[in-house]
């Protein structure tokens, strides 16, 4: 195949810089320093500037924050030399947007730019409604310091690097995390292939359930010849793999070609035997002690052997694996007199369901309240009783309005349509303004944070108002 480093280069040769246009998502981020690092110029618009696009004008990125054709730098005008990447969560009326696309400029999404990336070596695709992140980000972390080595996409910030990208220089395996939304997974061509989850989301691309099924069975038509899928067990989906393409199926239990053995909780700890075929790993232990977290290693752990990666790499990966940012991340752990405090991203009922029961199995008997701030009209009406259902399980239940993101508003849903059917104990809506005055105001045993919103921006500040409670 040659080196896959060079193959790219010969792809992107053509262009000397890259405008980014929604260039503050954390998903563009990781190609934004990609690009840098193989020399080109980078520049790009957002709407809002937030911590990350900081980071990324003081790595190189020229950054406007106005969406106007003026804004745009005159080195990066020359149609010639710049190749433009657009998110598809950037409105299609974009003022630059629509100046690039009628000056003739190269303009692609930004799936299209990882797909040449995963056509020019091999790769490892993370898909599923929830799990990609946490799973992508520990076969990035297994690859990265083993002999295989890899270039990272991922959707989160994974803690042990600082940065939602991984380069090894000369390595030809990608890791990417592939996302289904407005199909952009269907632009990979995976080598090894894994689907953590297939629970129903983005129904405003995909129409109903079956139809965001057929999603997925197409990104498995992707695979290469000779690739593999690692399947989770119990899924509806009905893969559509090529006939040279080896299909396995994992889970956290004791189902699948690859699965635990011996799962033991305690002193902040989990530990599980992984077995697969001729594959026998005691005492593997997650880094991140979440329930859920025994499904993705598995996962992560059969990827990575799959690649060539050894039973050492994986069992030193997934033990210094400190997460990914927002993931079950935990930013007071109690021990200082001060409640505790987490964050997760969960934002589907099953992920919130799931976060909900992993705090209760790691601190029995205390107190839970969660802030959840429902993240696009579209979802809180889709799944508004699945949402209902998945917080009651907390003691206390804080909830803000809905975060439009994308979304113009939906009439008769707000954030009440979720609120009015929870059973937990005690529940209130509260604008996000005058969230940090109730935290203020309130005494907490543990507090958690859930969503796909903007509330990571107030955490600074909740981590602080909870420290100062501790003095």
């Given at each position: ?244 393409v080896k299909v396995m199926t994992y889970s956290g ?24 075929p001729s594959v026998r790993i005691e005492n593997l ?187």
């Open positions: 195949m040659g080196n896959p480093q060079n193959n790219l280069s010969e792809s992107l040769s053509a262009f000397s810089r890259a405008y980014f246009i929604g260039a503050g998502g954390i998903g563009m981020a990781n190609l934004e320093r990609f690009l840098l690092s193989r020399g080109l110029e980078v520049a790009g618009y957002d709407r809002v500037a937030s911590e990350l696009t900081r980071h990324l004008e003081e790595e190189g990125v020229k950054m406007t924050f106005t969406d106007s054709p003026d804004e745009i730098p005159e080195d990066f005008r020359d149609k010639d030399k710049t190749l433009v990447v657009y998110t598809p969560a950037v409105p299609s009326d974009s003022p630059i947007l629509q100046w690039f696309r009628k000056e003739g400029f190269e303009v692609v999404k930004r799936a299209a730019l990882l797909g040449k990336i995963t056509r020019s070596g091999k790769s490892i695709c993370v898909a599923g409604s929830h799990g990609k992140t946490t799973t992508s980000s520990m076969i990035a972390n297994i690859l990265k310091d083993s002999g295989i080595g890899c270039n990272a996409f991922l959707g989160g910030v994974l803690r042990n690097t600082g940065s939602n990208l991984v380069i090894c220089k000369g390595s030809e395996w990608s890791v990417i995390e592939a996302d289904e939304y407005d199909r952009s997974f269907h632009h990979l061509s995976p080598t090894i292939a894994v689907v953590t989850s297939v629970d129903p989301d983005h129904l405003d691309i995909y129409g109903d359930e079956q139809g965001y099924l057929d999603g997925f069975a197409h990104f498995t038509s992707l695979i290469t010849e000779e690739g593999t899928l690692l399947l989770h067990t119990g899924l509806k989906l009905q893969p559509d793999v090529k006939p040279s239990g004791h189902e699948g070609d690859w699965n635990a053995e011996d799962i033991k909780f305690g002193d902040g700890k989990i530990t599980f035997t992984l077995v697969g232990e997650p880094g991140v002690p979440v329930e859920i977290n025994v499904d993705n290693a598995v996962a992560a752990a059969a990827a990575a052997l799959i690649a060539g990666a050894s039973e050492d790499d994986v069992r030193k990966g997934l033990k210094e694996f400190k997460g990914a940012k927002r993931r079950f991340e935990i930013l007071l752990d109690g021990s200082k007199g001060t409640p505790v405090l987490i964050d997760d991203y969960a934002h589907s009922p099953n992920e919130i369901l799931a976060s909900v029961r992993s705090v209760k199995k790691l601190y029995p008997g205390r107190k839970l309240t969660v802030v959840f701030q429902p993240h696009l009209y579209s979802r809180t009406r889709d799944f508004a009783s699945e949402f209902s259902e998945a917080l009651s399980e907390a003691d206390e239940l804080i909830m803000p309005e809905i975060y439009p993101a994308r979304e113009l508003p939906i009439p008769g849903v707000d954030s009440n349509l979720i609120l009015r059917n929870v059973k937990c104990k005690s529940k209130e809506y509260v604008e996000r303004k005058d969230l940090l005055n109730l935290i203020k105001s309130r005494n907490f045993d543990i507090l958690m944070t859930l969503g796909a919103a903007d509330i990571d921006v107030l955490l600074p500040d909740i981590k602080n108002l909870l420290s100062e409670k501790s003095r």
